[in-house]
């Protein structure tokens, strides 16, 4: 039995060292060549599907075929999986070159690994044109990324549902939104969808209520201090639990996603079964995936967030974001730069308009290429504002900004408040 | 051991007489093979067993130590507050409780089903095999394919709220997975359609091991087809029994597949599970030491449960089997 025991010893300790062994090697995630002047960049996106995939294909092609000494392989990750793999591939030794970015802090929390190239340096011109848009996607005044589209967050709604609940125009207050709720359910239709189930739309009623009940100054004081503790964030919550009293959204709401499936948010707003949603730039693209024909597009119209009677913030203050990308510092440079000024071209960033509907071009120069007329008013707005507030849960650390989503989410579900939203963001925020 | 090769060798060498033959066979192997059959035997199965759950046990331990977004260095030691924080946050004791109430109400709910079904299968019945086939289906289903049929038929105005309507139950419809108050039971219905199959399979393979003479023999004695199986079946079915509870109440522990792509375990953390907790922290919050220590409480919790219950309830079922070979 001892003896027994002692060979079972021998062998375990054997099998311990060779698997610490094992993990002392180094894997290989991607990465750069470099022979004769010839690079090959790894580019990690989250477009895994028709038609961005093919756009940034194309693009990536024609790039080539214009810089013959660089050439790409491009690697298409799933979005739900992308934020767990490029966390693996940056804190391992050989992260991609390009890889997908949405700013803000999750990239700051992404800069922790020194991975995160700074692209000032090695060009600002190209980034200097995309004004405050770029300004918005440094930390501490390092470039570790830039857009290559932005985002607008209102109600997208559908004219003539509105038109058969007696609304003749969108409102632009908060007690119209109300009234014209009241219209909608009683002439039997669910007045807004909200993809409750991803929890992230929940948020933007919050961050809507809190750009609207505080100053600029204090958004951008309260996202650099990662904290909540301003008492206009206390009143945004209060504000969002005197709207959730109107009981705007259909049942079952809370298990409703935002983007899957015809009985998703975008689904229902699209099928006419319900008028309107609070959503980003992008919901049309989406929404013509889930609807049974084109015609909706034709009855779909967009208004921004109402203002909110005796709220002191500006409300011309508009809640969004953007897509991007980074260069890692393994990246062969100026190659990787190179490559991201080239996206902002007005020729690429047409494409990525017309072709691809990512939104909102980073570059204005693309904006004739914006086909819907909403979108047109979009832009409008854009130029009209004094700031856009990155949706909170991006402009905050990624722990803070999922825990101020689960917070809303709670209260949408009955079980949170507006303290409780408050006391979240300062608790994750304490644990950074 | 008291065959005709036992006998025969005590006969040939009648100063060894005393000792058992096969223990005295077994102590005369050269070591150098023992040692060689132990590293062949043993060593893939301990290497793999090394690298794949006592190490990352161990960096999951260390990770917990420290406050940790999964970038840079581990840097920020915070001793054991991490598992205080887990430990007092009402949203990981809810989690908990979830994972005992589906427990109990598997205890309470699939066992009986699986007995009742098992001995139902059991009986010469027409369509058999059939049957067995069609019970044991939904756990052949992978658990993301049986999540994503069944989010489509508890969809509002669904094919199971048309089916309630259609045999005069539409009372009864409820929001299956929007009510916070309702939707673990929903999940838990789930579970039961995908595992019951289970449970019927392995006590209808511990029904098959009971030698039917027995009955025969109860029946000659005049006992009723209820206390045959209430005295001799069940019973003689509890080494199989315990099997099932024990699988049973570790796979409640780690309940996530399901609930993740239902539920996300909402609404307002109303599914919920330890597992979706860990997950959540872990991957979605990147708190890559929270969800560290959260994860290493979970194996805590799983590890103590399935030691006492190996200890007190399966000792009697595994002592011949398990611990006669080393001693």
């Given at each position: 039995?001892?003896r027994?025991?002692?060979?079972?010893a021998?062998?375990?300790?054997a099998?311990?060292?060779?698997t610490l062994?094992?993990?002392?090697g180094s894997?290989?995630?991607?990465?750069?060549?470099?022979a004769g002047?010839?690079?090959t960049l790894?580019w990690?996106?989250?477009?895994n599907?028709?038609p961005l995939l093919?756009v940034?294909?194309?693009?990536?092609?024609s790039?080539?075929?214009?810089?013959p000494n660089?050439s790409?392989t491009?690697?298409?990750?799933?979005?739900?999986?992308?934020?767990?793999k490029?966390?693996?591939?940056?804190?391992?030794?050989?992260p991609?070159?390009?890889?997908?970015?949405?700013g803000?802090?999750?990239?700051?929390?992404q800069?922790?690994?020194?991975?995160l190239?700074?692209l000032k340096?090695?060009d600002s011109?190209?980034?200097g044109?995309l004004?405050?848009?770029?300004a918005?996607w440094q930390?501490?005044g390092?470039?570790?990324g830039?857009?290559?589209?932005?985002?607008?967050?209102g109600f997208w709604?559908r004219?003539?549902?509105?038109?058969?609940?007696?609304?003749?125009?969108?409102?632009?207050?908060?007690?119209e939104?109300?009234?014209?709720?009241?219209?909608?359910?009683?002439?039997?239709?669910?007045?807004?969808?909200?993809g409750?189930?991803?929890?992230?739309?929940?948020?933007?009623?919050?961050?809507?209520?809190?750009?609207r009940?505080?100053?600029?100054?204090?958004?951008?004081a309260?996202?650099?201090a990662?904290?909540?503790s301003?008492?206009c964030?206390?009143k945004a919550?209060?504000?969002l639990?005197?709207?959730?009293?109107a009981k705007?959204?259909?049942?079952?709401?809370?298990n409703?996603?935002?983007q899957?499936?015809?009985?998703?948010?975008?689904?229902?707003?699209?099928?006419?079964?319900?008028?309107?949603?609070?959503q980003?730039?992008w919901?049309p693209?989406?929404?013509e995936a889930?609807?049974?024909?084109k015609?909706?597009?034709?009855?779909?119209?967009?208004?921004?967030?109402p203002s909110?009677?005796?709220?002191p913030?500006?409300?011309?203050?508009l809640l969004?974001?953007?897509?991007?990308?980074s260069?890692?510092?393994?990246?062969?440079?100026?190659?990787c730069?190179n490559?991201?000024?080239?996206l902002e071209?007005?020729?690429?960033q047409?494409?990525?308009?017309?072709?691809?509907?990512v939104g909102?071009p980073?570059?204005p120069?693309?904006?004739?290429?914006?086909?819907?007329?909403?979108?047109?008013?979009?832009?409008q707005?854009?130029?009209h504002?004094?700031y856009?507030?990155?949706?909170?849960?991006l402009?905050?650390?990624?722990?803070?900004g999922?825990a101020?989503?689960?917070?809303?989410?709670?209260?949408?579900?009955?079980?949170g408040?507006?303290?409780a939203?408050?006391?979240?963001i300062d608790?994750a925020?304490a644990r950074? | 051991?008291t065959?005709p090769?036992g006998?025969?060798a005590a006969?040939?060498?009648p100063?060894?007489?005393v000792?058992?033959?096969?223990?005295?066979t077994?102590r005369?192997r050269?070591?150098?093979?023992q040692?060689a059959e132990l590293?062949v035997l043993?060593?893939?199965?301990?290497l793999?067993?090394?690298?794949f759950?006592l190490l990352?046990?161990c960096?999951a331990?260390?990770?917990?130590?420290?406050?940790?977004?999964?970038?840079?260095s581990?840097?920020?030691?915070?001793?054991?507050h991490?598992?205080?924080?887990?430990?007092?946050?009402?949203?990981?004791r809810e989690?908990?409780?979830?994972?005992?109430?589906?427990?109990v109400?598997?205890?309470v709910i699939?066992?009986?089903?699986?007995?009742?079904?098992?001995?139902l299968l059991?009986?010469k019945?027409?369509?058999?095999?059939?049957?067995?086939?069609?019970v044991?289906?939904p756990?052949v289903?992978?658990?993301?394919?049986?999540?994503v049929?069944?989010?489509?038929?508890?969809?509002p105005g669904?094919?199971?709220?048309?089916l309630?309507k259609?045999?005069?139950?539409?009372?009864?419809?409820?929001?299956?997975?929007?009510?916070p108050?309702?939707?673990l039971?929903?999940m838990?219905?789930?579970l039961?359609?995908?595992?019951?199959?289970f449970?019927?399979?392995?006590l209808?393979?511990?029904l098959?091991?009971?030698?039917?003479?027995?009955?025969?023999?109860?029946?000659?004695?005049g006992?009723?087809a209820?206390q045959?199986?209430?005295?001799?079946v069940?019973?003689?079915l509890?080494?199989?029994?315990r099997?099932?509870?024990?699988?049973?109440?570790?796979?409640s522990?780690?309940?996530?597949d399901?609930?993740w792509i239902?539920?996300?375990g909402g609404p307002a953390?109303?599914?919920?599970t330890?597992?979706?907790y860990?997950?959540?922290?872990?991957?979605?919050?990147?708190?890559?030491?929270?969800?560290s220590?959260?994860?290493?409480?979970?194996f805590i919790?799983?590890?103590v449960?399935?030691?006492?219950?190996q200890?007190?309830?399966?000792?009697r079922?595994?002592?011949?089997?398990?611990?006669?070979?080393?001693r």
């Open positions: 039995m001892r027994i025991r002692k060979y079972v021998v062998t375990a300790a099998a311990a060292a060779l062994a094992a993990c002392g894997g290989s995630s991607g990465g750069s060549s470099a002047g010839k690079v790894t990690w996106s989250n477009a599907a028709n093919g940034f294909q194309g693009l990536a092609k790039y080539h075929a214009s810089h660089v790409f491009y690697v298409p990750i799933q979005n739900e999986q992308y934020d767990t490029i966390q693996v591939a940056l804190q391992g030794s050989n991609p070159d390009i890889f997908f970015q949405r803000g802090g999750f990239m700051a929390t800069a922790k690994s020194g991975k190239e700074n340096p090695l011109k190209w980034i044109e004004g405050s848009l770029a918005s930390v501490n390092a470039q570790y830039v857009p290559y589209d932005q985002h607008t967050v709604y004219k003539d549902v509105f038109a058969r609940a007696g609304i003749a125009s969108p409102p632009s207050t908060m007690p939104l109300e009234a014209d709720i009241t219209k909608l359910k009683a002439a039997g239709i669910a007045p807004i969808a909200v409750s189930k991803d929890q992230w739309p929940d948020a933007f009623y919050w961050d809507y209520f809190a750009v009940e505080c100053s600029v100054a204090t958004l951008k309260s996202v650099k990662v904290s909540a301003n008492p964030f206390l919550g209060n504000d639990k005197a709207f959730m009293a705007p959204f259909p049942s079952a709401f809370l409703t996603p935002a899957v499936g015809a009985g998703s948010s975008a689904g229902l707003v699209a099928d006419g079964k319900a008028a309107m949603e609070l980003g730039d919901d693209s989406v929404m889930l609807a049974p024909s015609k909706f597009l034709s009855d779909i119209g967009w208004f921004p967030f909110v009677p005796g709220a913030g500006n409300s011309q203050v969004g974001g953007g897509d991007g990308n260069c890692s510092t393994s990246a062969p440079e100026p190659a730069a490559f991201l000024a080239y071209s007005a020729t690429a047409k494409m990525l308009v017309s072709t691809a509907n909102l980073a570059n120069a693309a904006s004739g290429a914006l086909t819907l007329p909403a979108e047109q008013q979009i832009l707005a854009g130029q504002t004094p856009i507030q990155q949706y909170f849960d402009a905050y650390p990624t722990n803070v999922t101020l989503d689960a917070a809303v989410a709670d209260m949408f579900a009955g079980k408040t507006p303290q939203i408050v006391t979240a608790q925020a950074q | 051991m065959g090769q006998a025969t006969q040939a060498r100063a060894a007489a000792a058992p033959p096969a223990p005295r077994r005369r050269r070591p150098g093979r040692l590293v043993l060593g893939p199965a301990l793999l067993f090394a690298g759950v990352p046990i960096i331990a260390y990770y917990g130590l420290f406050n940790w977004s999964g970038y840079g581990l840097s920020d030691f915070t001793g054991l991490n598992y205080r924080l887990v430990i007092d946050d009402p949203v990981f989690s908990l409780l979830h994972n005992v109430i589906i427990g109400l598997s205890l699939q066992l009986p089903i699986s007995i009742a079904v098992a001995l059991n009986r019945l027409r369509g058999g095999s059939f049957l067995r086939t069609a044991f289906a756990y289903v992978s658990q993301a394919t049986t999540a049929l069944w989010l489509l038929l508890l969809e669904g094919s199971v709220d048309q309630m259609a045999v005069g139950l539409g009372g009864l419809v409820q929001q299956w997975l929007a009510n108050t309702i939707v039971y929903t838990f219905a789930v039961t359609w995908q595992f019951i199959g449970g019927v399979i392995l209808l393979a511990g098959q091991g009971i030698p039917p003479e027995l009955r025969d023999a109860a029946g000659i004695d006992a009723s209820w045959t199986t209430r005295r001799i069940l019973p003689l509890s080494p199989t029994i099997i099932w509870i024990f699988l049973s109440m570790i796979g522990l780690q309940v996530f399901l609930v239902m539920t996300l953390d109303a599914s919920s330890m597992v979706t860990m997950i959540f922290f872990g991957f979605h919050s990147l708190e890559f030491g929270y969800g220590a959260a994860a290493v409480i979970l919790i799983s590890f449960f399935a030691f006492l219950y200890r007190f309830a399966l000792r079922d595994t002592a011949g089997a398990l611990t006669r070979a080393v």
